[in-house]
């Protein structure tokens, strides 16, 4: 029975993630991770998630340099859900999201429609090459 | 169209959703959301999941007078996760666990194993009656 066992993996042997930037509060992202993810992230104290959409695992930063560094993980009460205390590295501020913004939550509801409210702080065309 | 065809709901029609303490910014639980449950927050701006579990809506505080009011509600840039900006109800500091806990994200990962490393704000007893 490692740390590893305790967390309750779902049918797909995955666990939802959110991470956090320590600095600002502010909630960078939301990514799954399944077990090997998570040790690795532990173990390196760098992000890395499992890509649904690519079915690997995905070191969150290897093709944009905006590596993860990860501070604490924490477990919810049912052992269900991550979330991770990190410093976004590879710009001042942080880029997480694929946009080239701060976060991933950039869409804010205002009456009846989802509105960009948050700037694109670098192209990802200059990011992603 | 509306703005909640613009979620991209999974194979069960549930989005995750992350509710962030807009005072502290402290993350306090994580649930899932319907159509309607999504619906209802907006209009009624409580937090409104749907609870896997019991395969109903959920009022959060229906049972422990703990609600959640809403500020703001966004969407990441996939439009499949939503965060939710809140200030939780009821009592001070706000309680968003079951366990009678601030945050449901008090374990922390130290060394090989998790702690419980956040206070029992109040007896869970003595909350659910």
């Given at each position: 029975m490692t740390w590893l066992d305790a967390v309750r993996w779902d049918a797909d042997g995955l666990v939802p993630v959110i991470a956090q930037e320590r600095a600002s509060g502010d909630v960078l992202m939301f990514a799954w991770m399944n077990r090997e993810a998570l040790a690795r992230t532990a173990e390196s104290r760098q992000a890395v998630y499992w890509s649904r959409s690519r079915q690997r695992l995905w070191h969150k930063g290897e093709e944009s340099g905006h590596f993860q560094q990860v501070h604490e993980i924490r477990l919810d009460c049912d052992n269900d859900v991550v979330l991770l205390k990190v410093t976004q590295l590879g710009h001042e501020p942080g880029i997480?999201?694929?946009?080239?913004?701060?976060?991933?939550?950039y869409q804010r509801l205002e009456g009846a429609g989802w509105v960009?409210?948050?700037?694109?702080?670098?192209?990802p065309q200059s990011i992603y090459r």
């Open positions: 997480a999201c694929h946009t080239g913004r701060h976060s991933c939550f960009a409210v948050d700037p694109v702080v670098k192209d």
